[in-house]
């Protein structure tokens, strides 16, 4: 299998247009809504599988997975308000930050082992979410 292959490989392809789009935003001083909108949707469809897996079922394998801290099922019905200049949405993403942030130290103390194809990701929605803080709503969605 050649590295095009490999989760690696399309992790690091989603960084790296998380990461330019996010810098192209920030010079043109606008928000690209589809990036958001597909960030926030599939998260919160992540988060949405891992909750119905962790508390709906009896899946012991899913059981106090802390993914959910990245995969936030809230986040499903975000892309719906994004275009919305919600007061309560700053702090919104001040606890997703919080939560990247809590996520981080559980992996590195060792309270739940995560794979190292987890920090790609991680990157990438930090990069994004640190984004929204600092420039919504102030900048124009394009």
């Known amino acids: 299998m050649s590295f095009l292959g490999t989760p690696l490989f399309w992790l690091l392809v ?11 935003d920030f010079k043109r001083k606008k928000r690209s809504a589809w990036l958001d ?12 599988l891992l909750f119905f897996l962790w508390f709906l079922t009896d899946h ?3 059981a ?7 995969a936030f099922p809230l986040n499903l019905g975000l892309p719906f308000l994004l275009f ?5 949405f700053k702090n919104y993403v001040r606890l997703l930050l919080g ?11 060792g309270i ?13 929605l930090g990069i994004r979410y640190f984004f929204i803080f600092l420039f919504f709503p102030k900048p124009e969605v394009s």
């Open 14 to 24: 989603l960084l790296a247009l998380v990461g330019l789009t996010t810098f192209i």
């Open 37 to 48: 909108t597909a960030l926030f949707a599939l998260t919160g469809l992540a988060g949405c």
């Open 60 to 62: 012991t394998a899913t």
């Open 64 to 70: 106090i997975n802390f993914n959910l801290l990245w």
């Open 84 to 88: 919305r200049k919600a007061h309560w």
């Open 99 to 109: 939560l990247l942030g809590l996520l981080l130290l559980l992996g590195l103390f």
């Open 112 to 124: 739940q082992g995560f794979s190292p194809l987890l920090l790609p990701l991680v990157l990438a």
